[in-house]
């Protein structure tokens, strides 16, 4: 009960306007992908700073959980056929490899989040894999350019 109520409250918090929205638009849609892939890229910097010393490793495990977490809701962000942003059509015409290329992309973000449970070393072998794949979908996926600053 204190849990629902709990929801409740923080449902209240909600701005009116996204209660009142009934399906979102293509902008919604775009913003909501890039949005998950801003936050694999942030993601992916900590941990990138985590293996290279800069900062210390103590997070690595549970940043690995996040990273591996967001990626396995990245596919379902794409799931609507709304070309736009810097995601290319092929997108959506070759469904089957894309779908495939981020379902492998969310595996083995599993797996580095296993290996960080078990030592960082393990974990930052990981990390190349894990780099890898968001380079082998970007070089087929994405445009270079979307006309507007972003990385
Ligand atoms: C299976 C494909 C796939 C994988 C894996 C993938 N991405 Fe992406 N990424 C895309 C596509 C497609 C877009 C373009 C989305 C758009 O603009 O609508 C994109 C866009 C981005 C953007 C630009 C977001 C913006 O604000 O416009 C960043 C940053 C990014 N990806 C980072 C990453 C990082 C870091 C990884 C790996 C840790 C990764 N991506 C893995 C397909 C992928």
Redesign the pocket.
Known sequence: MRRLLLLLCSCALLPLSLLAADAPNDKDV?QY???V??T??E??AALGQMASGVVPSDTMAADMQI?ALT?ST?LKA?TPKVA?????PD?WSNWAD?SK??TD?AQT?AQGAKAAQQSSDAAMTSLVD??N??K???DM???EK?GQA??
Do not use: N
Not at 84 to 88: D, E, L, P, S, V
């Open positions: 775009i992908r890039e949005d892939m801003k694999l890229d993601q992916s990273l990626a990245a794409f736009g942003g810097q995601a290319k997108v894309f290329k981020m992309f973000t894990i780099a794949g968001c082998g979908c970007h996926y994405r445009e979307k972003s990385q």
